[in-house]
């Protein structure tokens, strides 16, 4: 049964504590409670919210809302070596993280602590740690909202890079994904340990032979440390994308600055910390009234209270034209900006 709310409060409903108004609402917890919504023919267009931690809103919205629930983890097949799970949109990605600790299925544990739902995955292609979900993506299936009609994506049709797929461009606003389908280990898990700090905190702890348990409490502890808690402090996690930049262009710049972080893309490019970036241009720790730079992490924006999302996105500008003007390196938002 379809149910309409009107001016709605979107404060619950977003990691970063902006309470815009949505002038209606409609919480979609069954696949035929989204095609009863789809085929009303409402006149007003639609606007898709899953976990709400990647997004700063910056004014109300005046659509109506479809807060995406769907629950539900199947396996659909299996052989000796490998599992595969279709998990539906609205399941917590952290909690189907710690679902396949408990089960034993490799390939995520890296990806632990991303805030999030699982629809939302395929969007963004959310990675850390040197893994990214595309790596054990299978396919997804997803809505199309003026055909109505459902559509099943290989991996290769979601056109996946780095924090991009066909849905944030060809298809952005075309489609709601309602399932995703993951390929998992189910032993001999090809454990990803040099990025990051994960390595030597498993040393700290005497482990030399990690499972796949050890990796997701060594990343949880890493995050933990480093990024603030969005239920005790506003924040959408990681603000800005890492910047790829061509090898040409960084071999000048590691002259004048030989202690700039990086990873090596390919042969012609390189990854640039922007957290490293933001840092060098005297960002962690600012703050300017309830909007701020995080103190351990100055890739992470937050609300210390009550800033408004105008506010916020003022900030992320200052913060791109600075680090533009410093190393002549373009960064940009991985939150979506509404």
């Given at each position: 049964?379809?149910?309409?709310?009107?001016?709605?409060?979107?404060?619950?409903?977003n990691?970063?504590?902006?309470?815009?108004?949505?002038?209606?609402?409609?919480?979609i917890?069954?696949?035929?409670?989204?095609?009863?919504?789809?085929?009303?023919?409402?006149?007003?267009?639609?606007?898709?919210?899953?976990?709400?931690?990647?997004?700063?809103?910056?004014?109300?919205?005046?659509?109506?809302?479809?807060?995406?629930?769907?629950?539900?983890?199947?396996?659909?097949?299996?052989?000796?070596?490998?599992?595969?799970?279709?998990?539906?949109?609205?399941?917590?990605w952290?909690?189907?993280?710690?679902?396949?600790?408990?089960?034993?299925?490799?390939?995520?544990?890296?990806?632990?602590?991303?805030?999030?739902?699982?629809?939302?995955t395929?969007?963004?292609?959310?990675?850390?740690?040197?893994?990214?979900?595309?790596?054990?993506?299978?396919?997804?299936?997803?809505?199309?909202?003026?055909?109505?009609?459902?559509?099943?994506?290989?991996?290769?049709?979601?056109?996946?890079?780095?924090?991009?797929?066909?849905?944030?461009?060809?298809?952005?606003?075309?489609?709601?994904?309602?399932?995703?389908?993951?390929?998992?280990?189910?032993?001999?898990?090809?454990?990803?340990?040099?990025?990051?700090?994960?390595?030597?905190?498993?040393?700290?702890?005497?482990?030399?032979?990690?499972?796949?348990?050890?990796?997701?409490?060594?990343?949880?502890?890493?995050?933990?440390?480093k990024?603030?808690n969005?239920?005790?402090?506003g924040?959408?996690?990681?603000?800005?994308?890492?910047?790829?930049?061509?090898?040409?262009?960084?071999?000048?710049?590691?002259?004048?600055?030989?202690?700039?972080?990086?990873?090596?893309?390919?042969?012609?490019?390189?990854?640039?910390?922007?957290?490293?970036?933001?840092?060098?241009?005297?960002?962690?720790?600012?703050r300017?009234?309830?909007?701020?730079?995080?103190?351990?992490?100055?890739?992470?924006?937050?609300?210390?209270?009550?800033?408004?999302?105008?506010?916020?996105?003022?900030?992320?500008?200052?913060?791109?034209?600075?680090?533009?003007?410093?190393?002549?390196?373009?960064?940009?938002?991985?939150?979506?900006?509404?």
């Amino acid at each position: 049964m379809m149910e309409i709310a009107q001016n709605i409060s979107l404060l619950p409903y977003n990691t970063f504590g902006i309470d815009a108004k949505a002038k209606y609402f409609v919480n979609i917890d069954s696949l035929n409670t989204l095609k009863d919504v789809l085929k009303s023919n409402l006149p007003e267009s639609l606007f898709i919210l899953g976990g709400g931690s990647n997004m700063l809103l910056t004014k109300n919205i005046d659509k109506i809302v479809l807060k995406i629930n769907i629950k539900g983890i199947t396996i659909v097949k299996e052989d000796e070596d490998f599992v595969w799970v279709e998990v539906n949109a609205g399941e917590i990605w952290h909690d189907f993280v710690l679902w396949c600790i408990e089960n034993n299925y490799g390939g995520i544990e890296n990806l632990s602590l991303i805030p999030g739902n699982v629809g939302a995955t395929p969007i963004q292609n959310i990675g850390a740690y040197g893994v990214e979900v595309k790596d054990v993506i299978e396919s997804c299936k997803g809505i199309n909202m003026s055909t109505k009609e459902f559509t099943t994506f290989s991996n290769k049709d979601c056109q996946f890079g780095y924090r991009e797929s066909i849905f944030k461009n060809d298809l952005k606003n075309q489609y709601i994904i309602t399932s995703v389908i993951f390929k998992l280990t189910k032993h001999n898990h090809i454990l990803k340990t040099g990025y990051g700090a994960i390595q030597q905190e498993l040393e700290a702890k005497n482990i030399t032979t990690p499972t796949i348990k050890d990796i997701s409490d060594v990343v949880i502890a890493i995050r933990q440390e480093k990024l603030p808690n969005p239920k005790e402090i506003g924040n959408s996690g990681s603000f800005f994308k890492n910047p790829i930049i061509s090898k040409d262009f960084f071999d000048q710049l590691i002259k004048r600055y030989p202690a700039m972080p990086h990873y090596v893309v390919n042969s012609t490019e390189i990854k640039i910390p922007a957290g490293w970036l933001i840092e060098q241009a005297g960002f962690k720790g600012y703050r300017l009234g309830d909007a701020g730079v995080h103190n351990n992490q100055a890739l992470v924006l937050v609300n210390y209270g009550n800033a408004t999302g105008e506010q916020l996105k003022k900030l992320a500008d200052t913060i791109l034209q600075e680090v533009k003007g410093i190393f002549g390196i373009d960064i940009s938002p991985e939150v979506n900006i509404f």
